[in-house]
């Protein structure tokens, strides 16, 4: 699966966005389109068993604090709105749970991990949304997935963080969109949307670790996706069309210096802050060493 523009004119087909996927994916894989729908809906509740733990959880990363039980404080009335407060939680936690070595999904990726189950069952749980149309908003991100790796790359280390963050929100707002009833036209638009509005973000993790600005990124970003998913909603389309928005993500990605490409040699890494958490956590793993020689 390769292209947005493709899926989009097989769910013309079938009548259906996820069964196109579904569908296209069981021939390429030559397996049975209902065993792949089966594996997706146990991948969906192991989705929500490690969201609920992370949110339960006491997490403890070696730089930042966690800052999940914070939310608590504009439950009620949060600017930003109820759906994409409740995604930032869960995402936030979901990162701080990742940045302690705690149980998560790659979705797509570890550092990018809080984004997609963020805004799916925040998506439920503010919506009411049945488990069926989660799956199917599963199904519709996955296939985001699959294109952007094929077309572009899901990895920090070749594209920056818009290759990470970037498309989890795009995932997250391709799916948002399907389970409120959008075209999967629609869908792929709220995909460029999210694109257009990350091009260029740096991977730059203070000290190499999955923390800052990482796990923050996570929170903030779910907006993004939950955005792109509402203009796309109400007919707003990128004069970009949406494969090629992928495409110049990967150029862009390609463009950036190593120094953004996870190397922790750029951007908050190098910030004067973020090299004294860099010297003091070196210092510490020194110090644990010699205590053990």
């Known amino acids: 699966m390769r292209s947005l523009e493709e899926l989009v004119v097989r769910a013309g087909e079938r009548g259906s966005l996820p069964e196109?996927?579904?569908?296209?994916?069981?021939?390429?894989?030559?397996?049975d389109a209902a065993a792949l729908r089966s594996r997706l809906r146990a991948r969906l509740e192991?989705?929500?068993?490690?969201?609920?733990?992370?949110?339960?959880?006491r997490w403890q990363p070696k730089l930042i604090g966690d800052d999940k039980d914070k939310y608590a404080a504009l439950r009620r009335a949060p600017m930003s709105g109820e759906l994409v407060w409740r995604a930032s939680?869960?995402?936030?936690?979901?990162?701080?749970?990742?940045?302690?070595m705690g149980r998560i999904v790659a979705a797509p990726t570890a550092g990018s991990c809080g984004i997609l189950p963020g805004l799916l069952f925040a998506w439920q749980e503010t919506r009411h949304g049945d488990d069926e149309k989660l799956l199917e908003g599963l199904i519709v991100a996955a296939a985001v997935g699959e294109i952007v790796s094929q077309r572009a790359t899901l990895a920090g280390a070749s594209g920056g963080c818009q290759a990470e963050c970037g498309a989890a929100a795009a995932m997250g707002a391709a799916a948002l969109c399907h389970m409120e009833g959008g075209s999967p036209e629609a869908c792929a638009h709220a995909v460029a949307l999210a694109f257009?509005?990350?091009?260029?973000?740096?991977?730059?993790?203070?000290?190499?670790?999955?923390?800052?600005?990482?796990?923050?990124?996570?929170?903030?970003?779910?907006?993004?996706?939950?955005?792109?998913?509402d203009m796309a909603l109400a007919g707003i389309r990128s004069?970009?069309?949406?494969?090629?928005?992928?495409?110049?993500?990967?150029?862009?990605?390609?463009?950036?210096?190593p120094s953004l490409r996870e190397t922790a040699r750029g951007g908050c890494a190098l910030t004067p802050t973020g090299k004294a958490l860099t010297k003091r956590l070196n210092e510490n793993r020194a110090e644990a060493g010699a205590a053990l020689a």
């Open 20 to 31: 196109a996927v579904l569908a296209m994916d069981a021939e390429e894989q030559m397996i």
């Open 46 to 57: 192991v989705l929500r068993e490690t969201f609920a733990a992370a949110l339960a959880g």
């Open 89 to 100: 939680e869960i995402a936030v936690a979901l990162g701080t749970c990742n940045a302690s």
């Open 196 to 229: 257009k509005s990350i091009l260029g973000l740096a991977c730059d993790p203070v000290a190499g670790l999955v923390e800052s600005p990482c796990v923050k990124r996570n929170g903030t970003l779910v907006s993004v996706g939950a955005i792109a998913a």
């Open 239 to 257: 004069i970009i069309p949406p494969d090629e928005v992928i495409d110049a993500m990967g150029d862009v990605g390609r463009a950036l210096p």
